[in-house]
């Protein structure tokens, strides 16, 4: 069956501008989640979803950063005025349900760049 | 607050040989889970094992094992007979249990393990 689809697989961007990132989850999976990974680091948690509401959104790192869910299975990552420093590869992730239970599967990323 | 320290940041060995690569982790939280992921060049990361924390076995998957070790917040993964496809980066990640579900990993800054023909 089709893994976690995430597009666009490179984004181009301006300082100021507004982007979307779009992750399609694996069917079936209820939880979803965010990261995101700079040069050289590890996957950074953003948000995490539980069907069509956002369960935990501690890693957001300041409201520029929205995510939605409405359906409860495409995600949609929006950063606003976006900044250099927001230069990163955006994982996305699902699974059934808690991770202590369930694998969480990794989509390929969306990299964003700043300019 | 969570946190996984992984001191290697790379290592380089020829193929063949045995290595371990080292994770060590701190929480608050009596009940939390233990990953590593392999991150090959393609980006993808690749779910390797999950472990709780009232299971102290130690595991092995073929050529992979795992050593899990409370007294010294450790979940170390060693590769046996290491092959150049093994080249990566690799992962430790913790998790904690809320009550909730299912939290997000907290990840450390990972490996990257380098096998040489």
């Known amino acids: 069956g089709a893994g976690v689809s995430q597009t666009p697989s490179n984004k181009v961007t301006e300082k100021g501008k507004y982007v979307e990132l779009r992750c399609d989850p694996i069917?079936?999976?209820?939880?979803l989640y965010w990261y995101r990974q700079s040069l050289g680091q590890g996957p950074e948690f953003l948000i995490y979803?539980?069907?069509?509401?956002?369960?935990?959104d501690s890693g957001l790192p300041n409201d520029r950063f929205f995510a939605v869910r409405p359906e409860g299975s495409v995600s949609t990552l929006k950063i606003q005025r976006t900044e250099r420093g927001d230069s990163a590869v955006y994982l996305c992730?699902?699974?059934?349900?808690?991770?202590?239970?369930?694998?969480?599967?990794f989509g390929p990323g969306t990299r964003l760049t700043v300019l | 607050a969570q946190k996984v320290t992984q001191a290697q940041t790379e290592i380089s060995v020829v193929e063949k040989e045995d290595v371990t690569l080292d994770c060590v982790y701190e929480?608050?939280?009596?009940?939390?889970?233990l990953f590593w992921y392999k991150q090959p060049p393609s980006g993808e990361l690749v779910f390797l094992i999950r472990?709780?924390?009232?299971?102290?076995q130690n595991e092995i998957s073929g050529r992979y094992s795992w050593n899990f070790q409370k007294s010294t917040s450790s979940f170390n993964f060693t590769i046996t007979a290491s092959q150049v496809v093994d080249s990566a980066v690799y992962f430790c990640?913790?998790?904690?249990?809320?009550?909730?579900?299912?939290?997000?990993?907290?990840f450390g800054k990972g490996t990257h393990l380098i096998i040489q023909p």
């Open positions: 992730a699902s699974s059934f349900g808690p991770v202590q239970y369930n694998e969480q599967f």
């Open positions: 069917s079936g999976h209820t939880a």
């Open positions: 979803f539980q069907g069509t509401g956002a369960a935990d």
């Open positions: 929480t608050r939280d009596t009940t939390y889970y």
């Open positions: 472990r709780n924390s009232f299971d102290e």
């Open positions: 990640a913790l998790s904690e249990d809320s009550g909730g579900g299912a939290d997000g990993l907290t």
